[in-house]
Nanobody, 115 residues
Framework: QVQLVESGGGLVQAGESLRLSCAASGSGLSINNMAWHRQAPGKQREFLAVITQGGRTVYAPSLKGRFTISRDNAKNTGSLQMNSLKPEDTAIYYC?????????WGQGTQVTVSS
């Protein structure tokens, strides 16, 4: 069973940056894809970015280069660097990973961007 813990969220002003982290734990982990999603109040969960085990990345076009996903396979950790944050980026941010045929989700970390 995979456990995920996100961290790094908080309250920032528009234009500032945050770096979110995701730590995966569990025996014999071999993480395939690692992705980030977010869910704003009253909205559906939204895909942001995914990174494969080999480091290939795919981003939601709406991000327009503001966010960067990365991972450390040896440590089973990942991160999401978020720059030029906007009030509309306010949401709960979730990490999820694929291990074998299963997908696991963290409990999320709140990001609030004030104008």
């Amino acid at each position: 069973q995979v456990q995920l813990v996100e961290s790094g969220g908080g309250l920032v002003q528009a234009g500032e940056s945050l770096r979110l982290s995701c730590a995966a734990s569990g025996s014999g982990l071999s993480i395939n894809n690692m992705a980030w999603h977010r869910q704003a109040p009253g909205k559906q969960r939204e895909f942001l970015a995914v990174i494969t085990q080999g480091g290939r990345t795919v981003y939601a076009p709406s991000l327009k280069g503001r966010f960067t996903i990365s991972r450390d396979n040896a440590k089973n950790t990942g991160s999401l660097q978020m720059n030029s944050l906007k009030p509309e980026d306010t949401a709960i941010y979730y990490c999820n990973v694929g291990v074998g045929g299963s997908t696991s989700w963290g409990q999320g970390t709140q990001v609030t961007v004030s104008s």
